[in-house]
């Protein structure tokens, strides 16, 4: 690749990671349209830790936390209570689905990766999750702040789990009932980590699929944007090491030319994930991700036209 190849696609890569359009089917779909090959894995490997030190770099404190918790949880019993060490819990829960995903089907996956017209119609999947999320978590809401003849929103003694008729439960903060908002779970938890491992495939949005899963249970939104992101942390992680280990040959032997065309996508991927991260975090706080639904289902329609154009040509 060239130089400006590289800060283009890991421009695309920074903000597509976290935006919820899918990264890998942009990866797949840009180099598709401008006619250039498909990136090298060591290429790949490299942004994708670039946008792993972009999310670190907004939820250092959050991360810091929850490792914390969870460290010393293991080795004293008093502090597995606390909420740090919960969410530490259910992310690892969260996670397991795509590290089962991502050994077992890798090499079937990889394939995908030279098909554009698959990137598209997982993008259409993709619009249908974010769409499907918000319908259903807004009713959620909805229903529990007008109580739907549940429980009165009144003052309770202790911190006990109340549960309306939806068959949800409300958390308790300091004593009284928070209407509208759901916590996270185990359930909940592992159900979104099948939405994050369904984005091995190009085209389905990991940070989409993520988010979508838990408001379909209706999770708040800029929870779930929250626990999407710091989902992303060991998946990204894990991922890095496992593709790192298979490229270090081709990376060794690329030349002076291949460094700096990994440098260039590392940094471009780097501030363009800074800035989608605070993006969404700030979007998310008052705006649906209905607008990622269209913008899917517009960049699907594009993939078809042009690859049907290409094959009549």
Known sequence: MKIIQSIILGLIQGATEFLPVSSSGHLVIFPYFFGW?????????????????????????????????????????????????????????????????????????ENLFSKPIAAGGFLLITAFFLWIGEFRGKRIEEGLKRGDNSIENKTITGRENMIDTLGYKKRTIGGKINNGSIGFNAAIAIITGIGQALAILPGISRSGTTISFARFFGIKRDEAVRFSFLLSVPIIFGSFIFELYHSLETISVGGSQAWQNLAAGFISAYIAGLFAVKFIVFLTRKRSLNMFAVYCICMALIVFIFYFVNKII
């Open 37 to 109: 090959g498909n990136p090298s894995l060591p290429f790949i490997v490299t942004v994708h830790f670039a946008t792993l030190i972009s999310v670190a770099t907004v939820f250092y404190r959050d991360i810091y936390r929850i490792l914390k918790a969870v460290v010393l949880g293991i080795f004293i019993k008093a502090k597995r209570e606390s909420d740090n060490f919960k969410l530490g819990i259910l992310l690892v829960i969260a996670s397991i689905p795509a590290a089962i995903a991502g050994f077992l089907l890798d090499d079937y996956i």
